[in-house]
């Protein structure tokens, strides 16, 4: 009798356990797939289709009024983001955007979007010349095509001048290597900016050159137009 008691409840216990396995191994997987098909289906549903956006992902912020060129396209990338949540006027391809202007300082992570650029705006007069000059350093080339820097001049006892204030680099040599853009130094490590520049400011610039060589200040606001 206690035998067959103790077999009946060895087997209602062994059952219990086999009914626990099964549900844990077998029922709850296939209840959490099902749930999560549900739920992945609801996202697909809710997002739409994933778009392509351009995005910046450099790790200081591009400043506004800077001229995008091949210089900065390494700091810009393509990801795929669902269709709802992309920015109005979103571009797709650095190349839509090459040589514009940034119209507001854009951020790491940032989508771009045609609103953010615009043409180069700026209207040089006819007293002014394009003219290449050498300079020492480009503020550790943040200093880029399209913005204001101050140009200065240092002398050989330590002493500096400004010698024009607040003038907008129309462009920066440079050269590629290995597909990407980078600037040209000469042997004595200056680089070569160009400025339009009126006839005063020739002459002011040439002068300095004369006992000293030049060197940039950035400023950390460009002017550009918009709202």
Sequence with gaps: MKKSAFFTVAIYLASLALLAALYTFLIIPQVKKKTSLVYEEMYKKSTGAFVDVLTYKGETPLMSGVVLTDVNRNNFEVVKVPANLIVENAVCDFD??????????????????????????????????????????????????????????RFP????????????????????????????KDSDGF?????????????????????????????????????
């Design 157 to 184: 006892d330590g002493s500096y001048q400004e010698v024009i204030s607040r003038i907008r680099i129309y462009d920066i040599l440079c050269t590629n290597v290995n597909g990407k853009c980078e600037y040209l």
């Design 96 to 153: 839509l955007i090459k040589d514009r202007m940034l119209k507001y300082t854009v951020v790491k992570g940032q989508q771009i979007s045609f609103d953010l650029v615009g043409q180069d705006e700026e209207e040089f007069s006819s007293t002014r010349r394009l003219k290449e000059f050498k300079v020492k350093s480009l503020v550790g080339e943040l200093a880029m095509k399209g913005t204001y820097v101050d140009i200065i001049a």
């Design 191 to 227: 680089y070569t900016i160009i400025l339009a520049v009126n006839e005063e400011e020739f002459r002011t610039l040439n002068n300095a050159l004369l006992t000293g060589y030049l060197d940039t200040r950035l400023h950390l606001v460009n002017k550009v137009s918009g709202p």
